[in-house]
């Protein structure tokens, strides 16, 4: 990861390293002015969404095909129909789960690298 690089953040096949813990989707993160912006494609390169995140703060960027589904402790979103999902990155502040919808939708949760389960932690309790 180099430090100030946002280049090709949005793009289907960003000149970046896939850091995915996943084989079955693509997660690219860029960094700029001590921001992390995180990107997560499907295995066709299709961007589903990305947010930004510094100092434990969160901030859903609007790209991708469920932009509107990425969950942040900051922009908790209701709880997804189909809450089973995987882990696709973790560092040492963020952590990355996906849960696909029977929609054929994805649900993206975010959390803090020290939350236990980041659907506990990105989602609302109704």
Not at 40 to 52: E, K, M, Y
Not at 56 to 83: C, F, H, K, M, S
Not at 90 to 103: F, G
């Amino acid at each position: 990861m180099a430090a100030d690089n946002t280049a090709g953040l949005g793009q289907s096949w960003p000149n970046a390293q896939d850091v995915s813990s996943s084989p079955r989707w693509h997660v690219y993160v860029f960094e700029r002015n001590g921001v992390r912006y995180i990107q997560i494609n499907d295995l066709n390169g299709n961007v589903r969404g990305a947010f930004a995140t510094s100092s434990g703060n969160y901030l859903v960027l609007p790209i991708g095909a469920d932009a509107a589904r990425v969950a942040t402790p900051q922009d908790p979103q209701p709880p997804a129909a189909n809450e089973a999902g995987e882990t696709v990155y973790r560092d040492d502040a963020v952590q990355v789960q996906v849960a696909p919808q029977s929609t054929g939708t994805l649900q993206i949760r975010t959390a803090a690298a020290t939350c236990q389960d980041p659907v506990e932690c990105s989602s609302r309790v109704n």
